[in-house]
């Protein structure tokens, strides 16, 4: 729900047990779109995406700004179980969501992945918008921020 607060809402006033109601309304209502990871049952991973003007927050982020909002759709938020981390559960995410998003008619999808530390590892903490390896295998390439601790990647349909 991060990247969908309005302007003039605090995240820390809307996050977590007060972003439950607004979550799952959107989840109803089909407002919020995503794509769900199970092993066996048992949910381990979560992916939302949706037209980009859908994330206010990403246009109030100076280095996500685009002249383009309107014709692209996002994919800004992961969330894969801890045990389930670095196994595929993040690659089969995006794969769903960007087969999700063709079949609804999507042209372009945009990422904002975090790099990688000087050791050559995420930080899972920091690593909820996705990593540059997940996006780049899956063809992405870098349109905006390039040096910046995240970045803005495209793939165009």
Not at 51 to 56: D, G, M, V
Not at 70 to 88: A, E, L, M, Q, T
């Amino acid at each position: 729900m991060y990247w969908r607060v309005q302007k003039g809402q605090r995240w820390e006033e809307t996050k977590g047990s007060a972003a439950k109601p607004s979550f799952k309304k959107g989840i109803l209502d089909r407002s919020i779109r995503g794509v769900v990871a199970y092993a066996d049952s048992q949910p381990v991973g979560w992916c939302t995406f949706g037209p980009r003007i859908e994330f206010a927050r990403l246009d109030r982020a100076p280095s996500f700004k685009c002249a383009d909002a309107n014709d692209v759709w996002s994919i800004p938020c992961f969330f894969v179980k801890r045990g389930f981390r670095g196994i595929g559960v993040g690659k089969s995410l995006l794969a769903a969501a960007l087969r999700a998003m063709k079949e609804q008619g999507c042209k372009a999808a945009e990422g904002y992945p975090s790099k990688p530390g000087k050791d050559g590892q995420y930080v899972a903490a920091f690593s909820w918008t996705g990593t540059q390896s997940l996006f780049s295998k899956a063809g992405f390439r870098v349109v905006g921020n390039k040096d910046g601790g995240k970045q803005r990647v495209r793939l165009y349909f």
